[in-house]
Every structure is written in C-alpha cells, then in structure tokens.
T-cell receptor, first 114, second 114 residues
Framework: DTAVSQTPKYLVTQMGNDKSIKCEQNLGHDTMYWYKQDSKKFLKIMFSYNNKELIINETVPNRFSPKSPDKAHLNLHINSLELGDSAVYFC?????????????FGPGTRLTVT | DQQVKQNSPSLSVQEGRISILNCDYT??????FLWYKKYPAEGPTFLIS?????DKNEDGRFTVFLNKSAKHLSLHIVPSQPGDSAVYFC?????????????FGTGTRLKVLA
C-alpha cells in the first residue's frame, strides 16, 4: 500500500530523447513536489504544486515541464535530455493546508543519460 | 550558496551509545526544521521536526534541539541501534512567495556498529 509511488524506478536513455516520470500519491495531500538529487547528493527542489497549481518553479531549464492532471498526480516531462540530467529524481507530497510540513517521498527514479 | 549545511559527511557510533548529528543554517527566516532518514535505493523518510518557536522536540529515541542564536540544530539518537544506520538529512523551510520552500542539507551518513 504505497503512499507515494514513482515509475519507472530506473530510466536509461540517450541524449536528445524525451522522457517522462510519473508520480502518484494516495495520501490525500494537497501539495506535491519534484526534487533532484545530483551526484554530490544535493537534494534540490525543482517544482512544487499546490492543488494542481504551480507554486514553485526553481531555476531549472524549461526542458523540464511538470504536469499535474489532478491533486494525486504530478508527472515530470523532460525534453532533449542532456548528460547533466543524470540524477535521481524524487517525488514528494505534503499536507501544507493542514499545517503539516513533513513530506512523504517516493522511492526515486534513477535517470541515466548516455 | 548552501543555506543548510551538514559539515560531517559521516559518523560512526557504537550500538547503545548516543548519536549526535549536526546541522547549521544561515537564513534567519527559516521557521521550521525537519530531519529525514534515507536508506539506499529508497526515498527520504520523515523522522522528526521542530518549529522555530521551540528549542526541543522529542519523539521516542529521537530528540531535536534548536539553537536559534547559533543557527544550529542537532538530532540526538539514544540509544543508537544498527537499524539507525542510514543517511540523515536536515531540512529547513521558509514561507516565501506565498508558499513554503524547503532547503536540504547534503546529509550525514550514520553507521551504528554492533
């Protein structure tokens, strides 16, 4: 009974390709996030969605586009993949409107661009 | 500019002893602090949090201390158990542009020796 799930868990692709990572949460949370953990282990927020609306859009290339079809899903599309996009991407959710700051993370998607 | 720093990349502790993990921050606007634990190939798991209006929060074997004047927080685990071996991330949040923004430290790898 996974709270936050991501697919796929591993993704190996070539430079220039377009790929998507899917995320779903069954916790009824109102806010969802995408984080990137790079080779130096920095966990950095990329996007934050609250009730399907984009709230935070950090300085990421516009090749990255989040899409939230409903409150339970936040997908990440990446166009024209580059070597530097190789990282682990984590989806997370939280119930900010309930004053709860703790985030629940998915298992991560390890993206390798060759 | 790393606003949340965990200066010890690793820590080894004997089982049954106390583990102390440290975190320093630079932004005085942070009003909420969290600790997460991460096992390999899994997403971070929320452990414990503390509001900036408090200086201590305790949950079982885990206690977080906040020293606002020093901009320092620490996580104490006592007694330490082998299952506590993981990477621990400190995170801080600030309300900005209508939402909460979370900044993570780079993590400290804790190894509890049996």
């Amino acid at each position: 009974d996974t709270a936050v799930s991501q697919t796929p868990k591993y993704l190996v692709t070539q430079m220039g390709n377009d790929k998507s990572i899917k995320c779903e949460q069954n916790l009824g949370h109102d806010t969802m996030y995408w984080y990137k953990q790079d080779s130096k282990k920095f966990l950095k927020i990329m996007f934050s969605y609250n009730n399907k609306e984009l709230i935070i859009n950090e300085t990421v290339p516009n090749r990255f586009s989040p899409k939230s079809p409903d409150k339970a899903h936040l997908n990440l599309h990446i166009n024209s993949l580059e070597l530097g996009d190789s990282a682990v991407y984590f989806c997370a959710s939280s119930h900010l409107s309930g004053g709860r700051h703790e985030q629940y993370f998915g298992p991560g998607t390890r993206l390798t661009v060759t | 500019d790393q606003q949340v720093k965990q200066n010890s990349p690793s820590l080894s502790v004997q089982e049954g002893r106390i583990s102390i993990l440290n975190c320093d921050y630079t932004n005085s606007m942070f009003d909420y602090f969290l600790w997460y634990k991460k096992y390999p190939a899994e997403g971070p798991t929320f452990l414990i949090s503390i509001s900036s209006i408090k200086d201590k929060n305790e949950d079982g074997r885990f206690t977080v201390f906040l020293n606002k004047s020093a901009k320092h927080l620490s996580l104490h685990i006592v007694p330490s158990q082998p299952g506590d071996s993981a990477v621990y991330f400190c995170a801080a949040s600030a309300f900005t542009s209508g939402t909460y923004k979370y900044i993570f430290g780079t993590g400290t790898r804790l190894k509890v020796l049996a």
